[in-house]
């Protein structure tokens, strides 16, 4: 057992295609060296929505959002005594508290002080689910995590520097030149550090976060264009260290990805910002109080934006957030107004589907186009070649924490629901941005895998976590995917 060494590769938003492409071609070459004799495996699904943070942390958990309760990059928790918008991306004290710091304190820590906290995710996550790292700390078996935003459980962690944070959020957010690398250099700094000084654990993850940028600023070029000339250079330095210390051979890899992302083959994206968002909702924009990516109490809607745009509705009757709202007199009526707004529509259709969630059925239904609800489970069943394992990826039954209106965009005639344009965009049902790479490489997890991967039409990133556990010879009670051995 202690001779068993596994490390996992995650990139942030990553077309399977691309990244096969350049290794089978050879022009990643430490990813072709640490791959051949691999399985690169096809039909692999992500969950929804399919954003960086509730994906990373089903990876790491073998749930879905639903359990594990990280439900979208921004999410509103109406079930608190204080109700909470969650904005882990865009809200600046949330970003920080991500990787462990406060945006600023006092002298003499004015920027970025350590947050007392804790980590952010860490905390939100529902604690009776148990990530990979606390499943291998009950066998004894030690974990290194370098630059991921969910850490709970391992032994040995690395998220981004002061210094490199600043960096990052300066060229996200105020630069946006698109010029990254300096998270991934830090990575490869770091595991090869970790590793002089600390060894090789038994069980290593290694996050790429900087190919989602690349991809929403760059589109598939600049994705390729990173992976080849930043990310395979780097990756070399850790892959080098370790044959130098014999390790390489004994090691095995999987290697995937959170998420996808879509390009409008048609041109640039049409966006469907703040304004346009709001007139779909006609007659309701004056009669009720409808804020957008922010949480005032006094609201009757809340919306958290995005390509699957979240509508959070207020029980009309007890106006209280904690109460879940009515189908009939709450969420029908807006759901149809958005209905006839799309349809009538002179730019084209916005929206590509309308999900309620049906309190009686305790499930999320479709709002058809006559108006009809028909559960996820009918509506998708012949539809995954569009939306794959959708009525499996919107299981949220008992849990109305999770939107009581779903707003998908319509990429097939190139819109989106955002407020800022870009090449890449993700977070949808659809295949476009929901399928993502799966390789499993080394003599120590190929020939275990392989024969669950042949019989199986779709995997699935919940998959990866009860796939490590079992590959430690552990099992993981809590999560929702299925171990690929065995």
């Known amino acids: 057992m202690d001779n068993k060494y596994l490390i996992l590769i995650t990139f942030d938003g990553c077309k399977a295609e691309i990244l096969y492409d350049l290794i089978q071609k050879k022009e990643m ?17 992500t969950i929804f929505p399919s954003d960086t943070m509730p994906a990373q942390v089903s990876i790491v958990t073998g749930c879905y959002p639903a359990k594990h309760k990280i439900y979208k990059n921004m999410w509103f928790d109406r079930t608190l005594q204080n109700p909470t918008l969650r904005a882990y991306t865009d809200d600046v ?25 804790g980590f952010l995710l860490n905390n939100d996550l529902n604690q009776e689910v148990k990530s990979i790292y606390e499943v291998l700390n009950q066998k004894g078996l030690k974990s290194a995590v370098f630059a991921h935003q969910f850490s709970k459980g391992a032994d040995f962690y690395y998220p981004p520097s002061r210094k490199t944070s600043i960096k990052f959020v300066l060229q996200d957010k105020v630069l946006k030149t698109g010029k990254y690398g300096f998270l991934t250099e830090e990575v490869s700094k770091n595991a090869t550090s970790h590793i002089k000084t600390n060894g090789l654990q038994s069980f290593s993850f290694i996050y790429f976060g ?27 330095k850790i892959t080098k260290l370790l044959k130098s210390k014999k390790l390489l051979d004994k090691i095995d890899f999987i290697i995937t990805a959170d998420h996808s992302q879509a390009i409008n083959k048609l041109g640039n994206w049409k966006i469907i910002n703040k304004t346009k968002l709001k007139k779909l909702f006609g007659e309701f924009e ?71 969630w049906n309190p009686l059925l305790k499930t999320h239904c479709v709002y058809d186009e006559n108006q009809d609800i028909i559960p996820v489970e009918e509506y998708f069943k012949d539809k995954c070649n569009i939306y794959p394992l959708a009525s499996e990826r919107l299981a949220g039954k008992g849990d109305f924490v999770n939107g009581d209106i779903i707003l998908l965009s319509n990429y097939q005639d190139g819109f989106v629901l955002v407020e800022k344009l870009e090449k890449g965009e993700h977070g949808n049902l659809s295949i476009l941005d929901s399928t993502v790479p799966l390789i499993f490489s080394g003599n120590g997890i190929t020939n275990f895998v392989k024969p669950s991967i042949g019989k199986a039409k779709y995997l699935r990133i919940i998959d990866i976590a009860p796939t490590i556990a079992s590959y430690f010879g552990c099992s993981m009670p809590t999560a929702e995917g299925k171990s690929l051995i065995g």
Not at 98 to 109: C, L, T
Not at 299 to 319: C, E, P, R
């Open 29 to 45: 070459p430490a990813f072709t060296e640490i791959t051949d004799g691999g399985i690169f495996a096809e039909n692999v699904v």
């Open 286 to 356: 004056d009669k009720i109080k409808i804020t957008i990516n922010k949480f005032e109490e006094e609201a009757d809607l809340i919306i958290t934006m995005g390509v699957s745009t979240f509508i959070y509705v207020k029980n009309g009757k007890t106006k209280q957030w904690k109460d879940e709202p009515d189908l009939e007199c709450d969420i029908l009526p807006i759901a149809k107004q958005l209905f006839l707004s799309n349809k009538n529509s002179s730019d084209g259709k916005y929206i590509d589907l309308i999900i309620i």
């Open 93 to 117: 004290w949330d970003a920080s508290r991500v990787y462990g710091y406060d945006p600023y304190g006092k002298f003499p820590n004015l920027i970025m002080p350590k947050w007392d906290g």
């Open 210 to 236: 900087e190919t989602d940028a690349q991809c929403h600023k760059h589109g598939y070029i600049g994705l390729k264009r990173f992976l080849k000339n930043k990310i395979d250079p780097e990756f070399k």
